[in-house]
C-alpha cells in the first residue's frame, strides 16, 4: 500500500492501476471490518471509468506521458464510487452512492479506514481481556509518569493560583487558565511571565491542556471517530451513472 504521490512516481499507466486497484480492494477490508450500523450494511468502493477513458488513455500511453493514472483522475475519466453493502454482500438499493477522487481517497478515506480498524481492534481485544478502561489509564501513566505533588501543580495556575482544568499553552509556551490568558491579553497584550507579545496569538492557536476528567473511554472516541468519517462520506458528491444522466437530460429537455 502507497500513498498519493508514491503512486504518481509510477511511470507505467498499467503498475499504477494494479496498485490502485490493490488499495481499494484494502479498503474495502478495512471497511468490512470495522463495526457496522444497525442494518448490518458496510461501505464498500470500487473504481469507475468514464466513457471516454479507455481513448483518452490509448492517447496518453501514445504520447508516453508520465502519471498517466493520475492525469486521467484530474480529466474526471477516473473516479472511486463508494456505496453500502448489506449484511449479505448484496448492494444497498436504498443508500446513496458517493463520488471520490483519488486524492480525497488517499488522503482522507484510506488513512481514516486504516485508524478505525486499528482503534477496533484494540478495542475488542482490550473488552476480550475486560481492561478496556486500563488501556486508556495505562497510556495515561506511559506519557505523563509524573508524581502527586506535580499533578496537583498542574491543576494550579501559576499567576493567580487558583484549581482550574482548563490550562492554556500560548505560543512562548507557558502555562496559565484561560481566564488569566484573557485578562492578561485584555490589559497588555503580553505573556505576563516573559512579557513575550500575545497580539498575533489567535485563540484557535492556543493549546489547551485537558485533565483526567476529560479523556472519554476508547469506545465513545470510536464512536465519534464513525460517525465523523460518515459524515465526511455523506458530503461527497452524488454519483449519477451516465446513463441515469442522459435519460434524466431527456426529460428536462
Known amino acids: 500500500m502507497m500513498d498519493y504521490y508514491e503512486l504518481a512516481a509510477r511511470s507505467s499507466y498499467q503498475e499504477s492501476l494494479k496498485v490502485l486497484e490493490a488499495d481499494i480492494h484494502h479498503a474495502n477490508v478495512l471497511a468490512a471490518s470495522i463495526p457496522r450500523g444497525k442494518n448490518g450494511s458496510c461501505l464498500q468502493m470500487k473504481l469507475v471509468c468514464n466513457h471516454l477513458a ?104 501559576g499567576i493567580c493560583l487558583e484549581p482550574c482544568t482548563k490550562m492554556v499553552v500560548p505560543s512562548c509556551c507557558h502555562t496559565m487558565c484561560i481566564n488569566c ?25 492556543l493549546w489547551v491542556l485537558t485533565c483526567i476528567k476529560d479523556v472519554v473511554d476508547s469506545e465513545t472516541v470510536l464512536r465519534e471517530d ?16 451516465d446513463a441515469l444522466f442522459l435519460m434524466y437530460y431527456e426529460y428536462l429537455i
Open 181 to 205: 490568558y484573557r485578562d492578561w491579553n485584555t490589559r497588555s497584550e503580553s505573556c505576563p511571565f516573559c512579557r513575550g507579545s500575545l497580539k498575533r496569538v489567535n485563540s484557535g492557536d
Open 54 to 157: 479507455p481513448i483518452c488513455l490509448l492517447l496518453l500511453q501514445w504520447m508516453d506521458c508520465s502519471c498517466t493514472c493520475l492525469l486521467s483522475s484530474y480529466l474526471n475519466l477516473l473516479h472511486i464510487v463508494l456505496y453500502q453493502v448489506c449484511s449479505d454482500g448484496t448492494p444497498n438499493i436504498s443508500s446513496c452512492r458517493r463520488k471520490a477522487t483519488i486524492r480525497e481517497f488517499y488522503a482522507v478515506i484510506l488513512p481514516s479506514l486504516q485508524r478505525l480498524h486499528c482503534d477496533s481492534m484494540e478495542l475488542d481485544m482490550a473488552k476480550e481481556e475486560g481492561t478496556a478502561e486500563v488501556v486508556v489509564k495505562k497510556r495515561l501513566e506511559e506519557r505523563r509518569k509524573l508524581t502527586d505533588m506535580d499533578i496537583e501543580r498542574e491543576d494550579e495556575c
Open 226 to 241: 464513525m460517525l465523523r468519517f460518515y459524515l465526511y462520506i455523506n458530503s461527497l458528491p452524488k454519483d449519477i451513472p
